[in-house]
């Protein structure tokens, strides 16, 4: 039987929306803003509130979205002809507005390049263009601290950086903790709101043969062991997530105290 993380909604919809802008935050970072009226009915919790991001493939602006009945999708995704199907990868929200009478919506993709060339979502966040139809659907809240939680540790890398980011606005103002976030370079570290007795250490990779992930574990290797009643939260490239929770399960941490997941594969 399929399980589901708490926070996720027993019904989740699918909202449809078109690109607005595209902009490049930092070398390794496009920022794809979406607008429409439907997105004004998103139920935006904060934190790291994710969702499934569809587009369509190649040049066409046909969006065939699958039929969503409870959290019943993929079967309807996969009977969408190939030459059809749109992309589908996961995303958090970077950012979210609410007008009069429509809602904006930020996606930052990381730009990941593969023999010089940009492909799959990094290929279309480059290039969208304004009009470009999307869909999104709805997903919920990852993080989820236990009743009594003394004290926060978020891990990341580029990949879970907006994730992190909206944790750390959306943490009460006493909050206590420590976050360390992986980036490719120097140029997107850029400042991280949190509150005072949060700190936060962005760390870069010195070059593109560093292994993704190893900046991360090595400073999540230094802290002191955490207490029985932290809560810590792991994401990112896979090898990160899983090792960063054996880290912390090693150094005294309750597996049921550690929220992690790997957003993608190196």
């Not at 869909?135 to 990341?156: K, M, N, R």
Request: aromatic share 10%.
């Amino acid at each position: 039987m399929a399980t589901y993380p708490r926070l996720m909604p027993s019904d989740p919809r699918m909202f449809t929306a078109e690109v607005v802008r595209s902009t490049r935050l930092s070398p390794s970072f496009q920022r794809v803003t979406i607008a429409s009226a439907e997105l004004a009915g998103f139920d935006w919790r904060g934190l790291d509130h994710w969702f499934r991001l569809f587009f369509p493939l190649g040049d066409t602006t046909d969006l065939q979205l699958p039929d969503v009945s409870g959290r019943l999708w993929w079967k309807s995704y996969l009977a969408i002809p190939d030459d059809k199907r749109p992309h589908c990868s996961n995303y958090t929200v970077a950012g979210y507005r609410r007008f009069d009478d429509h809602a904006e919506l930020d996606i930052d993709v990381v730009l990941h390049w593969n023999d010089g060339r940009l492909g799959g979502v990094a290929g279309w966040a480059s290039s969208a263009r304004p009009g470009s139809p999307v869909g999104i659907l709805d997903q919920g809240v990852l993080f989820d601290p236990p009743a009594g939680t003394s004290s926060y540790l978020l891990v990341a890398d580029e990949s879970g950086l907006p994730a992190v980011r909206g944790i750390l606005r959306d943490l009460p103002p006493d909050a206590v903790g420590t976050a360390i976030i992986e980036v490719p370079a120097p140029e997107d570290a850029a400042p991280v709101q949190a509150p005072p007795g949060v700190r936060v250490c962005v760390l870069a990779r010195n070059d593109s043969t560093d292994c993704v992930g190893a900046c991360a574990l090595q400073a999540l290797a230094e802290l002191d062991a955490p207490r029985d009643d932290a809560y810590a939260f792991v994401v990112g490239e896979s090898s990160l997530a899983t090792r960063g929770r054996r880290a912390l399960c090693r150094a005294g941490l309750a597996k049921d105290r550690i929220t992690f997941s790997g957003f993608w594969k190196a």
